[in-house]
C-alpha cells in the first residue's frame, strides 16, 4: 500500500521504491528509501527522496528563493557545516558502495546540487547538521491537516 501512496504523492509510479525511509504526523510516507537500481536495472544513485505534497512544497519555495546557492556558500564556509557535509558525503558512500556518489547522487564538489536529498537524507539519518539546519529554515516540516490521506467522496 505504501508504494501507492507514494505514486499518488509524487504524481507517477515510484522508481526503485525500497520502503518508507520516514512518515510524516500523520503515519503517511515524507521520506522513501529507493533501491541502487531501477526495476531496468538503470542506476538510481537518489538513495532518500522526499515524497510528502508539503514538505516538498516547502523545499521548492526555499530552493527557488536562493536556497542552494546561499547553503552551498554557508557549506564552504561555516566549518560545522563542512564537517557535517563531509560526514554525511561519507556515509552515503558507505551506505551506497555501488555508487562513489553522496547525497543526492551528487559527484561533483563545489554544490549541494538539490537541498530535497539533503532535507531527506537529514530526516532518514539523524545528527546530519547541515539538513537539519535547512529544515529549521523551513515555515513548517509539516501541515497542521494531512495532504496526502485520500479524499473521502460520497
Not at 47 to 67: D, M, W
Not at 72 to 101: G, H, I, N, W
Amino acid at each position: 500500500m505504501d508504494k501507492e501512496i507514494v505514486a499518488r504523492q509524487i504524481g507517477r509510479p515510484p522508481r526503485a521504491f525500497a520502503r518508507v525511509a520516514v512518515r510524516c504526523p500523520f503515519g503517511q510516507p515524507a521520506v522513501t528509501e529507493q533501491r541502487a537500481y531501477d526495476e531496468d536495472g538503470h542506476p538510481f544513485p537518489t538513495q532518500f527522496y522526499v515524497t510528502c505534497p508539503h514538505l516538498v512544497a516547502a523545499i521548492s519555495r526555499l530552493e527557488a528563493a536562493g536556497g542552494v546557492d546561499r547553503w552551498t556558500k554557508a557549506s564552504e564556509e561555516d566549518p560545522a557545516l563542512v564537517e557535517s557535509l563531509a560526514a554525511a558525503q561519507a556515509e552515503q558512500r558507505r551506505m551506497r558502495p555501488e555508487f562513489d556518489a553522496g547525497i543526492g547522487g551528487s559527484t561533483r564538489t563545489g554544490s549541494l546540487k538539490c537541498l530535497h536529498a539533503h532535507v531527506a537524507f537529514a530526516l532518514a539519518r539523524p545528527g546530519y547538521e547541515l539538513g537539519d539546519r535547512v529544515i529549521r529554515e523551513l515555515p513548517s516540516l509539516w501541515p497542521d491537516l494531512c495532504c496526502t490521506a485520500p479524499m473521502v467522496t460520497g
